[in-house]
């Protein structure tokens, strides 16, 4: 008898799983925390700040591909455990890292969480799709999901609330405070270690072997005569080194263009842009009943330019609601472009999976550039970069239909 989501090992199986979602959506919403914390509290320049997006979206690049054979061999649940290994550890690398006052062991610590959070999503993304009916795979993926925008929404309240507000009341740098949050996640993780290695979850690997082996007969096209593919890699490099890179100097933005604002406040418009980005969710998901999804792309992307355009313009108050509204159409972009560039591979559908998360690389290196012209130009103008990413976007969706033409006369 078919396995259904109802049966309490698939159910069971799918709210652990879904916790991790929030658990590396929490960790992103940090990271932009950090980046203009440790500005302050290690006198670094904003391009010098970029390094942390390096390190952070770096390690995806490096651990995306060994993630997916490793997880082939050994299953999702062996995945996932090595994954939150990788994250419990990187977190407490804080606490040296924190003594030292060293910005290059912060980025060891960073680097090796998130190893582990490359694991995770190489890993969970798909295993919450076929915990279940195949038939509402896309709901499920869709429900984790939207825990991972309510982690990134929490993350910069968690670090407004702490970091800056230690730092400013009893002068210091504040990294007491961030050691003892990432000590706090630490704890989260070891527990949820503990109840995965104690869960008995379904192994879908041979489940998965004959569904690939009889997509084989179907698709035997190379993975690169497919342009949805090789341009949709392309453009999920460009679109996350946009998002990254917008959320990077948020903060920055803030304090620049919103008259008599702090950090902190900074912090806490960045959590208002998360919620945006988590309402652009849910609003989209109904928009593409009604309109394509390549249609909604172009359109986001469009409305997107013209935000960064006011962005640009460096005015007060209305640079940082322009930035906050970007999150909202960005919302759909990263799961969209990554649908449609896998969706004609059958049973190459993993590998190009993996080719699309580490296109998540985009992340590491846009910061750095943009720190660039920040602390030369200002911040506003640093989003010039994100600007052009959304044109990219923009060509991407125009002409998605052609490049699939051939697959559908096939």
């Not at 919103?258 to 919620?275: C, D, H, K, V």
Request: proline share 3%; hydrophobic share 55%; net charge positive.
């Amino acid at each position: 008898m078919k396995a259904k989501i109802t049966e309490p090992q698939f159910r069971i199986g799918f709210m652990l799983v879904t916790t991790l979602f929030f658990m590396w959506g929490l960790s992103y919403g940090l990271v932009d925390v950090l980046n203009k914390h440790f500005q302050e509290a290690l006198h670094i320049t904003k391009a010098q700040s970029g390094l942390i997006q390096a390190a952070y979206f770096g390690a995806y690049f490096v651990v995306a591909l060994p993630a997916g054979l490793f997880i082939n061999k050994k299953g999702y649940k062996a995945g996932i455990i090595l994954g939150l290994s990788l994250y419990a550890i990187g977190a407490l690398l804080f606490v040296p890292a924190a003594n030292a006052m060293t910005f290059g062991f912060f980025l060891l610590a960073l680097f090796v969480l998130a190893l582990g959070l490359g694991c995770l999503e190489t890993a969970a993304n798909p295993y919450s799709s076929a915990l279940g009916d195949p038939s509402t795979a896309e709901q499920r993926l869709n429900l984790s999901q939207s825990f991972n925008g309510l982690g990134q929404f929490f993350g910069p309240l968690i670090g407004g609330l702490f970091f800056f507000n230690e730092a400013s009341k009893q002068g210091d740098t504040g990294l007491g405070a961030v050691t003892y949050t990432y000590v706090g996640i630490a704890v989260i993780v070891v527990i949820l270690i503990a109840l995965f290695a104690k869960t008995k979850l379904p192994d879908l690997r041979e489940n998965e072997a004959k569904l690939d082996a009889e997509n084989a007969k179907t698709n035997s096209a190379s993975l690169w005569s497919h342009s949805e593919f090789k341009f949709g890699v392309l453009t999920q490099l460009v679109y996350v080194a946009a998002q990254v890179g917008v959320g990077a100097f948020f903060i920055n933005l803030v304090v620049e263009t919103w008259p008599e604002s702090s950090s902190q406040t900074g912090a806490y418009f960045l959590s208002i842009a998360m919620l945006a980005f988590l309402i652009g969710r849910f609003v989209s998901t109904g928009i593409m009943s009604k309109v394509s999804a390549s249609t909604l792309l172009m359109i986001y992307a469009i409305i997107n330019t013209i935000l960064c355009l006011i962005i640009l313009s460096g005015m007060q108050y209305i640079s940082v609601i322009a930035a906050i509204s970007v999150f909202f159409f960005m919302s759909i972009m990263f799961p969209t472009i990554f649908a449609m560039g896998v969706k004609n591979l059958g049973s190459k559908t993993k590998i190009g999976s993996s080719f699309m998360i580490m296109a998540i690389v985009g992340g590491a290196i846009m910061p750095f550039f943009m720190g660039k012209i920040a602390d030369h130009f200002g911040t506003h103008n640093a989003y010039i970069l994100p600007l052009v990413c959304f044109i990219v976007v923009i060509f991407y969706a125009l002409s998605y239909r052609k490049m699939t033409a051939k697959h559908i006369v096939e």
